[in-house]
């Protein structure tokens, strides 16, 4: 079969072996993938010819052989283990939920990991009902995910991207504002405080943004896309009693969690219309560089998914 795997100057189709499915996986054929900046970072740290492969979505072709999760023929969004980008793959139940035919390959596949990442950041915040929540790479998948899933929760939503061109949609999805890092004013920059800080950036865009947290407040980091070191001020815990900070680890997480009840809730909240699943764009994994330059650039408004 065929799979996307490591190369030189980026992904690469090349024949691997078939999967050879264990007693408690299923056999999924995979109609689309989404691609995450998680990927992109292994891409470089990898050797060439090494798989890749979180998001997907396909027809399950062989039931588990133990009895445990859907019959053949049942469509799937699926989080796979790092070996996703291929035509078929092997996949726990526990990490597959059934999608309705209402729900189309794309989306289906752009759900695993921003929806996850999301919706266990929010469990982490707590309660959001009337709170104050500020989402810093508000522009990307898990970032527009989070604007409507707390929106829809009650809370009182803040974005900020890092380009006006990143603030597309978002008012729409449930953000009441949507600044850039680089703001002048300082009503945006140093702004209203806030309950809840949810932030993938890191670096100098978290430490700015910690400053408006109040006492009691929380924060939940779940990425450092900047890639630089944390500084936060002398008094950053003096001065927020009461404060609460987490770290959050999608893979890290999975290791304590069985996340096939969680993705059967996103779905439901897609079909059901409470949960855009964001798709910046759609391409065929024939030609994956047009789509992955975009997202390397930050030029990708939500997921990018790639059709085989």
């Given at each position: 079969?065929?799979?996307l795997?490591?190369?030189?100057s980026?992904p690469?189709?090349?024949s691997?072996?078939?999967?050879?499915?264990?007693?408690?996986?299923?056999?999924?054929?995979?109609?689309?993938?989404a691609v995450?900046?998680?990927?992109?970072?292994?891409?470089?740290?990898?050797?060439?010819?090494?798989?890749?492969?979180?998001d997907?979505?396909?027809t399950?072709?062989?039931?588990?052989?133990?009895?445990?999760?859907?019959?053949?023929?049942t469509?799937?969004?699926?989080?796979?283990?790092r070996?996703?980008?291929?035509?078929?793959?092997?996949?726990?139940?526990?990490?597959?939920?059934?999608?309705?035919?209402?729900?189309?390959?794309p989306a289906?596949?752009?759900?695993?990991?921003?929806?996850?990442?999301?919706?266990?950041?929010?469990?982490?915040a707590?309660?959001?009902?009337?709170?104050?929540?500020?989402v810093?790479?508000?522009?990307?998948?898990?970032?527009?995910?989070?604007v409507?899933?707390a929106?829809?929760a009650?809370a009182?939503v803040l974005?900020?991207?890092?380009?006006?061109?990143?603030?597309?949609?978002?008012?729409?999805?449930?953000?009441?504002?949507?600044?850039?890092?680089?703001?002048?004013?300082?009503?945006a920059?140093?702004g209203?405080?806030?309950d809840?800080?949810?932030?993938?950036?890191?670096?100098?865009?978290?430490?700015?943004?910690?400053?408006r947290?109040r006492?009691g407040?929380?924060?939940?980091?779940?990425?450092?896309?900047?890639r630089e070191?944390?500084?936060?001020?002398?008094?950053?815990?003096?001065?927020?009693?009461?404060?609460?900070?987490?770290y959050?680890?999608l893979?890290?997480?999975?290791?304590?969690?069985?996340?096939?009840?969680d993705?059967?809730?996103l779905v439901?909240?897609?079909?059901?219309g409470?949960?855009?699943?964001?798709?910046?764009?759609?391409?065929s994994?024939?030609?994956?560089?047009?789509?992955?330059?975009?997202?390397?650039d930050?030029?990708?408004?939500?997921?990018?998914?790639l059709?085989l």
């Open positions: 079969m065929k799979a795997v490591t190369g030189a980026g690469r189709l090349e691997v072996a078939e999967p050879r499915p264990r007693p408690d996986q299923a056999l999924v054929e995979v109609r689309a993938i995450n900046r998680g990927e992109l970072a292994l891409m470089g740290q990898l050797p060439a010819g090494s798989r890749l492969g979180w997907v979505a396909g399950v072709l062989r039931a588990a052989a133990d009895g445990s999760g859907p019959p053949a023929g469509r799937v969004t699926a989080l796979a283990d070996d996703g980008w291929a035509e078929r793959v092997a996949v726990s139940p526990t990490r597959l939920a059934p999608v309705p035919d209402s729900v189309d390959w289906a596949a752009a759900l695993p990991v921003a929806g996850l990442t999301a919706l266990y950041a929010l469990e982490y707590g309660v959001l009902l009337g709170r104050t929540v500020l810093t790479g508000a522009g990307g998948g898990v970032g527009r995910t989070l409507q899933l929106a829809a009650g009182d974005a900020q991207v890092g380009s006006p061109g990143r603030a597309e949609g978002l008012r729409a999805l449930g953000a009441r504002s949507v600044t850039t890092y680089d703001e002048t004013d300082a009503d920059v140093n209203e405080p806030v809840v800080l949810l932030d993938s950036s890191g670096g100098q865009v978290l430490n700015r943004a910690f400053r947290l006492p407040g929380t924060l939940v980091a779940y990425g450092n896309t900047a070191e944390l500084r936060l001020t002398v008094d950053w815990g003096h001065a927020r009693p009461g404060l609460h900070i987490r959050l680890h893979f890290d997480e999975l290791t304590r969690r069985t996340p096939a009840g993705l059967t809730a439901r909240l897609v079909t059901t409470r949960l855009a699943p964001q798709l910046a764009s759609v391409g994994w024939i030609d994956p560089g047009p789509a992955l330059d975009a997202l390397r930050r030029k990708a408004n939500g997921k990018v998914v059709t």
